[in-house]
């Protein structure tokens, strides 16, 4: 079982509680429109383009089966992103397919000055059985184990998976249906369903809200998912994350959106904080 993986970042603070790795897999099924890693997205299509203009000879052909595919040395990569830049296809050539134990591997060298993993993507849970098993190696080495995930995932068919999850970090994009299509092309119908799950299960570590001014109404969003969550909280309390829209990696279609203001910011943290969250993070 293999899951391919975009990059591995071997200390992060903003991933969850305390000093962690965090492990971005490739792919999602969402089209959000201010996504920040639209390289992320898809799998890479094979066309090449990126091979030629790699200035560090990092990329190549190389066989799979009777066909082939773009290989990757990251020993080479000097780490430019002209491949990133340069893909028309929201994908990258430097991915490398991973076992869940290959993986493992890449964090072991970390746990002494880690306190867990978050993984993230893209969108993680379209691999879910090599979380399980990726998570279940990281509990048995003593690590804690997050997933950062969209809410797509029907999380009550995978119960080994939560048995190994410590909580999921879960973006509500919008509350409104309608609105959560037009940010992110798709129903949020099961995304609320997994946020009171995992709330009732006290394995919703976060919720977080991307502030795009123009694009959604965002204090409806964090007003009416506060509210929600407010029963759930004597459970395990759930923290807000209220993230303010950048344009820094947004494909230059959606990169247009204004800048929340730190006024606007607080207002929203207000009201969370007003429907009893306990405790509301601004970035
Ligand atoms: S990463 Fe993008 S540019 Fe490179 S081969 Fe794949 S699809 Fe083409
Ligand atoms: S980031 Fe690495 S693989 Fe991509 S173009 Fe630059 S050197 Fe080549």
Not at 137 to 156: A, E, H, P, V, Y
Not at 176 to 194: Q, R, Y
């Amino acid at each position: 079982m293999k899951a391919l993986v975009n990059k591995i970042i071997p200390f992060s603070a903003v991933d969850g509680p305390g000093n962690r790795t965090s492990v971005f897999l490739q792919g999602c099924n969402m089209n959000c429109r201010y996504c920040h890693n639209p390289e992320t997205r898809k799998v890479c299509i094979g066309c090449g383009d990126c091979i030629e203009a790699c200035p560090a000879g990092a990329l190549f052909w190389m066989k799979d089966g009777n066909s082939r595919k773009v290989g990757y040395d990251p020993a080479k990569c000097v780490f430019c992103d002209t491949c990133i830049h340069i893909c028309t296809h929201d994908a990258s050539p430097r991915i490398q397919e991973m076992t869940p134990q290959e993986t493992f591997d890449k964090v072991a060298r970390q746990i002494p000055f880690i306190r867990g993993v978050t993984v993230s993507g893209g969108e993680c849970t379209l691999y879910p059985e090599f979380l399980t098993e990726f998570f279940q190696i990281c509990r048995d080495n003593g690590l804690g184990t997050l997933i950062d995930s969209n809410g797509t995932l029907d999380f009550k068919q995978y119960p080994e998976l939560l048995a190994v999850t410590d909580g999921v970090m879960l973006d509500i994009k919008a509350f409104d249906e309608t609105e959560h299509k037009t940010v992110t092309g798709i129903s949020n119908g099961l995304v609320m369903e997994n946020c009171r799950y995992l709330a009732s299960l006290g394995k919703l570590y976060e919720v977080r809200t991307v502030v795009v001014p123009g694009l959604f109404d965002a204090e409806e969003t964090v007003r009416k998912t506060a509210a929600m969550l407010r029963p759930y909280q004597k459970i395990q309390p759930i923290r807000y994350k209220i993230i303010a829209f950048r344009p820094m990696g947004v494909r230059k279609e959606y990169a247009g959106y204004p800048v929340p203001d730190s006024n606007l910011l607080e207002s929203l943290a207000g009201i969370a904080r007003e429907e009893g969250i306990g405790k509301v993070v601004i970035i």
